[in-house]
């Protein structure tokens, strides 16, 4: 069984979205980009590496008018412990699945990998993956903060290249509005 971890959604509205006709498909297969995060003074965070094994991204035939939701979902699918053999320590690694949807449905985005998250606690973690399919509340939000933060910007890249909106609202700049001067 899979572990739902909440979602985070966007609403757009369709103008501007022009090109969003014809079907494009896009497969990506990473063989090992991994991302290691330190915070400073050179204290390791408990996620201590990250890559990704797969991104799939799909736009579908559908002429679009009107609001296009964004909805976006991170998914751990597994956990298991490992040892690292370069350091000789015990980490726990995290299988995600990332879905960017679409409602209509005029796209799709997933990308897979795996996060590797380093605690004392990691046997407690694991167990109670395990026996319920979740993790501990403080770890769950960490590692979905992060998931949310590495993926979105993975996914407005890629739907960017299929002509889709974003995942995220991005800031627009506007010209500056002339104040009126004093007429008397």
């Not at 980490?91 to 990332?98: E, I, K, S």
């Not at 739907?159 to 004093?182: F, H, M, N, S, T």
Request: with cysteine; aromatic share 8%.
């Amino acid at each position: 069984m899979l572990s739902d971890y909440g979602a985070i959604t966007s609403e757009y509205a369709s103008a501007g979205m022009g090109g969003l006709f014809g079907e494009e498909e896009a497969r990506i297969h990473l063989n090992t980009r991994i991302h290691y995060f330190r915070i400073s003074g050179g204290a390791s965070m408990p996620i201590i590496g990250m890559k990704f094994d797969s991104m799939e991204a799909k736009r579908e035939n559908v002429p679009q008018k009107g609001e296009i939701k964004v909805n976006s979902t991170p998914r751990i699918t597994s956990a298991k412990l490992i040892t690292l053999p370069s350091i000789n320590k015990k980490a726990l690694a995290l299988n995600f699945d990332f879905v960017t949807t679409y409602s209509p449905e005029i796209g799709e985005v997933k990308i897979s990998g795996e996060l590797l998250y380093m605690s004392e606690e990691n046997p407690k973690i694991l167990k109670q993956w395990t026996s319920k399919k979740t993790l501990p509340e403080n770890v769950n939000i960490e590692v979905l903060n992060h998931l949310f933060r590495q993926c979105l910007l993975k996914v407005a890249n890629i739907a960017d290249d299929l002509q889709l909106p974003p995942p995220l609202a991005i800031p627009r700049v506007a010209p500056k509005q002339k104040e009126a001067g004093y007429v008397g």
